[in-house]
């Protein structure tokens, strides 16, 4: 029985949200992370592709540059004499990308580093000529070295023979990564190594000379790199395979985390529903095998210890014997619907007792708990008015405590409050400055009086802060003519302090333990009167 506080249905609601967030909101989140931070994988590793491709260009790119420049400079290069043919010899072997270089006349090399060859080896005609003024052949095929295909570059003078694939030549190992050379100026494409998009040139020639970017393109990343000094762009282009596979990674991690929680978050979720809906079972058969009780706790008028009445406290017997605290059954009971017939049954409990006293001149009262519930329900009245009628008791010896909470349902609590009044009966507010009602706010109720709880009593001559607290409660109680008394009063110094503050009434272990009816009634003393129709001092 000891979930009971905790086996609320609220708590049960509370509970399956939770499993639904602790579940969800960890997988999303890491999902969305991990999604992140693949895209930005992804667009990291298409950008070093794509800018080994233009290295590897722009190197090819500096080696013919370089070679045009020693042929230009070698003296009577156009003979193609033994020096000529040294010097080429030199570049060929001394260049990776260059496999051939030569003289041109027209669209034929005519002398190279193998020497002079008669007839010339015929190019074809020029594609196109890039920005830079460079006569590029795309796809050549060389009798010699058939069925490769070479890029030739000339630019009317020499001419450069570059392998097709060796710009994107990079050690690819991943599947799914497309490499390519194109013209920024004509679009035109160089080389490839994989399928290719025109869709990945997409607005090239916007980007400026040694810029480059990262953008998708129907679920590919796309890397283009401008060379800086020639008028080629770089690109690479990874397909969503490895951004997926992270994903899938990281969902095989976190999905199987995520169930086990909910349902370990499921189960506790189920026992405490479980738990709930026993506890309630618990209450109801408790009600119909009477295994409530009711014992009264006097409240004392400070100045002379004299009994002026006594808190209705109920308790409940197990059929095993143990004994169940209110602090735990009824806040289940008010939260299965059980509360009004809890109320019922208190009251049913005090009628005898009660008959008892109304023949006692001197005002005794008891005093009844009710739940907030109660407030908001016409029965209690109904209740209340019968009470009255078959005990005969004066209805100033019913007082009624109703904790703060009840006031959050202002009106028909205040309007309850009003009619209990109306029928003569006192009300009490209990637990005062456990909950968040102001003073200011309870001086809109027609109040009788105020129980200080214990908690502040429990501060009453300690140095603690609260103990102010306590203080200004007093005051302010006085200032709105309510009466006063202080709850859970265990020490005499305390009933010493409380008494200098002029609170009236007391009620704690200090004056007596809650009592079974026959023992109250039997130290009740010989009727004197006792005024406590305002409870004030
Ligand atoms: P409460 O209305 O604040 O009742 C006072 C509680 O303080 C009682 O606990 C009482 O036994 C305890 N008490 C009294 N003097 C002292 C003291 O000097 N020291 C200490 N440590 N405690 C003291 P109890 O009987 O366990 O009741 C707990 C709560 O259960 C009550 O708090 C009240 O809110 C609720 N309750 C009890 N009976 C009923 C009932 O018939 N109907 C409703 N709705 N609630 C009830
Ligand atoms: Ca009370
Ligand atoms: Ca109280």
């Known amino acids: 029985m000891t979930s009971l506080g905790l086996g609320r ?59 045009f420049r020693r042929l230009a400079a070698t003296p009577d290069v156009a003979s193609c004499g033994p020096a000529v043919h040294a010097v080429l010899q030199g570049i060929d072997v001394g260049s990776s990308y260059i496999q051939l270089i030569g003289l041109v006349r027209g669209d034929a090399i005519y002398c190279s580093s193998y020497g002079l060859h008669d007839p010339p080896i015929a190019l074809g005609p020029v594609d196109y000529v890039s920005a830079t003024r460079a006569r590029v052949r795309q796809n050549v095929q060389l009798d010699f070295a058939a069925p490769q295909r070479f ?77 800086r000094n020639y008028d080629v762009m770089a690109i690479a ?11 899938i990674r990281m969902a095989r991690v976190l999905v199987p985390i995520g169930l086990a929680l909910g349902l370990v978050l499921a189960y506790t979720t189920h026992h405490l529903a479980r738990q709930q809906m026993s506890a309630a079972a618990a209450i109801r058969s408790g009600l119909v095998r009477n295994e409530f009780h009711v014992v009264y706790q006097p409240i004392v ?14 308790r409940w017997r197990r059929p095993d014997g143990s004994l169940v605290r209110p ?60 009470l009255l009628r078959r005990t005969g008791v004066q209805p ?98 305390q009933a010493a302090i409380l008494l200098s503050w002029r609170v009236p009434f007391g009620q704690g272990w200090l004056f007596s333990r809650p009592l079974p009816a026959d023992e109250l009634l039997a130290r009740l003393p010989g009727v004197v009167d006792v005024d406590t129709s305002a409870m004030a001092s």
Do not use: C
């Not at 200080?452 to 603690?464: H, L, N, P, R």
């Open 327 to 386: 602090d735990l059954f009824i806040p289940v009971a008010e939260e299965a619907g059980l509360i009004s017939a809890i109320t019922e049954r208190v009251i049913e409990l005090v009628e005898p007792t009660l008959a008892q006293l109304a023949a006692r001149e001197d005002g005794f009262f008891l005093s009844i708990n009710f739940s907030p519930q109660d407030m908001h329900r016409e029965g209690t009245l109904d209740l209340l008015r019968e």
């Open 151 to 227: 890029i030739v570059i000339d630019n009317g003078r020499f001419a450069a023979v570059v392998h097709k694939s060796l710009p994107v030549d990079s050690t690819v190992v991943e599947p799914g990564v497309s490499l390519a050379v194109a013209s920024v100026s004509t679009g035109r494409v160089l080389a490839t190594r994989g399928r290719f998009d025109r869709a990945w040139m997409h607005d090239a020639a916007a980007l400026a000379p040694g810029a480059h970017r990262t953008f998708n393109v129907r679920g590919r990343t796309i890397a283009q790199y401008r060379s």
């Open 396 to 493: 100033k010896q019913v007082h009624v405590e109703v904790t703060e909470r009840a006031f959050a349902n202002t009106l028909s609590a205040r309007d309850m409050v009003r009619r209990m009044r109306d029928l003569g009966l006192l009300v009490a507010i209990d637990d005062f400055g456990t909950g968040y009602s102001s003073l200011a706010e309870l001086t809109t109720f027609e109040l009788d009086a105020l129980k200080i709880d214990k908690a502040f009593v429990d501060t009453v001559g300690s140095d603690a802060v609260t103990s102010h607290v306590a203080f200004h409660i007093v005051e302010m109680a006085r200032g709105l003519s309510l009466g006063m008394v202080a709850e859970g009063v265990e020490q005499e110094g």
């Open 237 to 247: 282009s990874l397909d969503a395979g490895n951004y997926n596979g992270a994903l």
């Open 301 to 314: 008028r400070l100045s002379d210890r004299r009994w002026v009445g006594a808190e209705v406290l109920l």
């Open 9 to 67: 249905s609220r708590m049960v609601w509370f509970a399956v949200a939770l499993v639904v967030a602790a579940v969800a909101v960890p997988v999303v989140l890491s999902l969305l992370l991990a999604r992140e931070q693949a895209r930005v994988d992804q667009a990291r590793r298409a950008s070093i592709y794509a800018s080994d491709v233009l290295r590897r260009s722009d190197d090819a790119g500096d080696q013919i540059g370089a070679a």
